[in-house]
Antibody, heavy 128, light 110 residues
Framework: QVQLQQSGPGLVKPSQTLSLTCAIS??????????WNWIRQSPSRGLEWLGR?????????DYAVSVKSRITINPDTSKNQFSLQLNSVTPEDTAVYYC??????????????????WGKGTTVTVSS | QSVLTQPPSASGTPGQRVTISCSGS????????VNWYQQLPGTAPKLLIY???QRPSGVPDRFSGSKSGTSASLAISGLQSEDETDYYC???????????FGGGTKLTVL
């Protein structure tokens, strides 16, 4: 049974860097059939996908346009986890942050992803 | 403003069948699978339907999904009080090269 355990500070000062970690059990961050996502949720922005990392003979990242200049998602194979770093935060980045696994499903000749396992969420407040 | 459009609210009486719509475009729903999530207050979203109409193990067959063109629907039959919560649709968007969500629908069981 796959589980995702999130950790990181709940309070970050404006202009600083938000850092969260998602530890994986029951699967591997290096899996060739999974991808590892960060999503956030706030009353003003709803559910917002931030990005993902995945391994297909080499590491790849996809990032949301809205945060592309400020975000880094890194895998840590030694600890079987992945992390989120969001730079230059403002109060607009206040949200509940979730990590989630993408699984692959084959539909005909094509492959698609769906997020099936989520972490419990971390409430992050950006305030001085 | 969310890329996928859902009605903000829906309602039904116990035992009734309700549907929740999700409207998108050719770059998301029109060319990718749609997934549905149920979110209880204070908890993470839970996968309800994947690949348009597939139920993960453990999800009751009262929940079903469908997709046609650039729209998708979630149907809940035999409505129960425990179904009263928020529902979200999601899909990959090829133009944005990212995942997009609907704004969510709050289901009320009258």
């Amino acid at each position: 049974q796959v589980q995702l355990q999130q950790s990181g500070p709940g309070l970050v000062k404006p202009s600083q860097t938000l850092s969260l970690t998602c530890a994986i059990s029951g699967d591997s961050v290096s899996s060739n059939s999974a991808a590892w996502n960060w999503i956030r949720q706030s009353p003003s922005r709803g559910l917002e996908w931030l990005g993902r990392t995945y391994y297909r003979s080499k590491w790849y990242n996809d990032y949301a346009v809205s945060v592309k200049s400020r975000i880094t998602i890194n895998p840590d194979t030694s600890k079987n986890q992945f992390s989120l770093q969001l730079n230059s935060v403002t109060p607009e980045d206040t949200a509940v942050y979730y990590c989630a696994r993408d699984r692959i499903v084959a539909v005909g000749a094509y492959y698609y992803y769906y997020m099936d396992v989520w972490g419990k969420g971390t409430t992050v407040t950006v305030s001085s | 403003q969310s890329v996928l459009t859902q009605p903000p609210s829906a309602s039904g009486t116990p035992g009734q069948r309700v549907t929740i719509s999700c409207s998108g475009s050719s770059s998301n729903i029109g060319s990718n699978i749609v997934n549905w999530y149920q979110q209880l207050p204070g908890t993470a979203p839970k996968l309800l339907i994947y690949s348009n109409n597939q139920r993960p193990s453990g999800v009751p067959d009262r929940f079903s999904g469908s997709k046609s063109g650039t729209s998708a629907s979630l149907a809940i039959s035999g409505l129960q009080s425990e179904d009263e919560t928020d529902y979200y649709c999601a899909a990959w968007d090829d133009s944005l090269n990212g995942r997009v969500f609907g704004g969510g629908t709050k289901l009320t069981v009258l």
